[in-house]
């Protein structure tokens, strides 16, 4: 038994050997905006900022306040207020009044065959007419000169698809736990450096800051591709790099910001809608994921107690090579090094996630999003 149990952990370094050198190689190549110098006048193109807002009273204004104080020439924001039943339309009215730039949609029903946000998003791009298209959230922070820089970036690379990793806001100790992890999940899962690779599988899409041409998004069948896709933000990476569209990852940090969740309660009950969906709702996939997590970030850890030997050696090396990955995230998002310690607790907090959110969708039979359910027969039907 304890020579399978060593094997076990040597199956496990070897991984975690091979996950650390695809990390250290691909990380330091995404390119960060805030090195590049922002583009003149000249070479500004007309951008429409596209998002949907339902409920987001408390959030809103402040993210719009610096959507429309951005320094760029030629910028327009499309605002989707998506059956509100807050001050979100008030809110959206007077800065409409007060500020041409903005444009105001209405959705006062939800036709059948889309979910709430992807269509807002369709219907704010039919009412745009900017070169470019800016896909972002109505909670997300924008630095005055991000557009610049993005464009910049986007021409240098010859990209007609761009996501920014932004920063995330953390206050709490959970949070910063729970995002730590997320951080170094999200790019072994998604390695968002192969997004410009035509030959890798890799792509990315973060809701916080989708840049892309408008005939790229047109080729790539707009949101009516995504009308059930609960993971729509990755999902529009997926499409873009399937359609062949130039597309690409950077960091944004500082420039583009946002609060996902105020506190770890929030940030678990936030994903209920996404971890499931994100395996395509099926069974096996989130169980192995749940699996490969536990026996990855765990397992190494809680056997160094009880092991000699080579079972020592490799459960030394599982442990230090995800603390030193998880304390390059814990870097990224200016968040104490000593963060990097706690990755088996957020890797079970990640795992408690994913297996909560099956348990749940499948439990109900679908999801429950800003007040409105979808049936999981719809769901599957619409995974891209």
């Not at 650390?20 to 922002?38: D, E, H, N, Y």
């Not at 910063?176 to 890798?200: D, H, K, V």
């Not at 946002?258 to 209920?272: D, E, K, M, Q, S």
């Amino acid at each position: 038994m304890y020579v399978f149990f060593t094997a076990v952990l040597g199956f496990v370094a070897l991984v975690w050997i091979a996950e650390f050198v695809i990390l250290a190689r691909g990380v330091p190549t995404l390119p960060s905006i805030g090195k590049i110098a922002p583009a003149a006048d000249t070479d500004c193109p007309s951008i429409s900022i596209l998002f949907a807002a339902r409920d987001e009273a408390e959030k809103l204004p402040g993210a719009l306040a610096t959507m429309l104080a951005l320094d760029y020439p030629r910028h327009s924001v499309i605002a989707v207020d998506d059956r509100s039943k807050d001050a979100t339309g008030a809110i959206l009215e007077k800065a409409a009044r007060e500020d041409a730039r903005l444009k105001l949609v209405r959705v006062d029903s939800l036709p059948a065959g889309w979910l709430g946000k992807p269509h807002a998003l369709q219907q704010a791009f039919e009412h745009s007419s900017g070169e470019w298209l800016v896909f972002t959230d109505a909670d997300v922070h924008f630095a005055p000169d991000v557009l610049r820089r993005a464009v910049a970036l986007a021409n240098a690379k010859k990209w007609d698809h761009m996501t920014l990793m932004c920063n995330a806001k953390m206050f709490t100790f959970g949070e910063r736990l729970a995002m730590t992890f997320f951080g170094m999940a999200f790019m072994i899962g998604t390695r968002p450096w192969e997004a410009s690779n035509a030959r890798a599988a890799g792509y990315s899409g973060v809701g916080a800051f989708q840049l892309i041409r408008r005939s790229a998004y047109e080729k790539l069948g707009t949101h009516r591709r995504l009308a059930m896709e609960v993971v729509d933000d990755m999902k529009l990476g997926k499409l873009a790099k399937e359609a062949g569209v130039r597309s690409g990852a950077g960091k944004a940090g500082d420039l583009v910001s946002v609060h996902w969740h105020a506190g770890i309660g929030n940030i678990v009950r936030g994903v209920t809608k996404n971890f499931f969906a994100a395996t395509g709702y099926k069974l096996w996939l989130a169980a192995g994921q749940v699996a490969g997590v536990l026996m990855l970030c765990v397992l190494p850890v809680a056997a160094l107690p009880f092991v000699h030997g080579w079972g020592l050696v490799f459960a030394g090396i599982a442990t230090a090579l995800p603390i030193i990955a998880t304390a390059g995230v814990a870097w990224e998002l200016k968040t104490p090094l000593a963060y990097a310690l706690t990755f088996p607790i957020g890797a079970l907090i990640f795992a408690w996630m994913l297996a909560r959110s099956t348990i749940i969708t499948l439990w109900r039979g679908g999801i429950v999003w800003r007040g409105t359910f979808y049936r999981l027969e719809e769901l599957k039907r619409g995974v891209v």
